[in-house]
């Protein structure tokens, strides 16, 4: 899949592999953190055009309205949001899929990346997916090692992630989610 402009939202925690993944492989890059510190090391120097550091909480709705307009019209249409978005910034998403879906016509992907969780369908129905947005589902497990459980490294979290985007898939589960009274 060849994209010219992605958004990261949260992407400079457990996700940074894949922020630095794509702005290695897509023309225009935004990665939204609260932590300039952390932002500036995704790419430090800023030697790479297209690379756009936002320091921004995403909970703040009309800011982050304000970011994907700029954004957009600034690099045109979007082709992939990268979200790592919690639960404490309900209005974050459908924000996003207003937004991008006002500003645009062409189809885009949205992944979602979600936490371990038991109550995955009712977090699922919660999501009003634009007509032009091709979803794509990424929930965090963890890993079982000899019977002795652990939760997933950086490194594997963004790895499970590049991989879904790579491949396109609807929906992966990076680790494993059973036995789930075996978790960390």
């Not at 894949?18 to 430090?44: A, D, M």
């Not at 639960?87 to 062409?106: K, L, R, V």
């Not at 890993?143 to 939760?151: A, F, G, P, T, Y």
């Amino acid at each position: 899949m060849e994209m010219e402009h992605a958004l990261v939202i949260g992407g400079t925690g457990m996700i940074s592999g894949v922020s630095k993944w794509l702005i290695k492989n897509v023309k225009y890059v935004s990665v939204v953190g609260r932590n300039q510190q952390r932002l500036q090391q995704l790419h430090p120097g800023h030697d790479k055009n297209g690379f756009r550091p936002v320091s921004l909480d995403y909970k703040d709705t009309e800011s982050l309205r304000q970011f994907l307009r700029q954004s957009i019209q600034k690099n045109g249409p979007v082709d992939i949001v990268v979200s790592w978005i919690h639960s404490d910034a309900p209005d974050a998403i459908p924000t996003i899929f207003e937004e991008i879906n006002h500003c645009q016509q062409e189809q885009w992907r949205f992944v979602h990346i979600k936490g371990s969780s038991r109550d995955l369908p009712a977090i699922q129905s919660q999501i009003t997916v634009p007509i032009n947005c091709l979803y794509r589902d990424v929930q965090l497990g963890f890993k079982m090692e000899d019977d002795v459980s652990r939760w997933l490294t950086h490194e594997e979290i963004s790895n499970g992630i590049i991989s879904a985007i790579h491949h396109d898939r609807k929906k992966t589960i990076v680790g494993t989610l059973y036995p789930w009274e075996k978790r960390p």
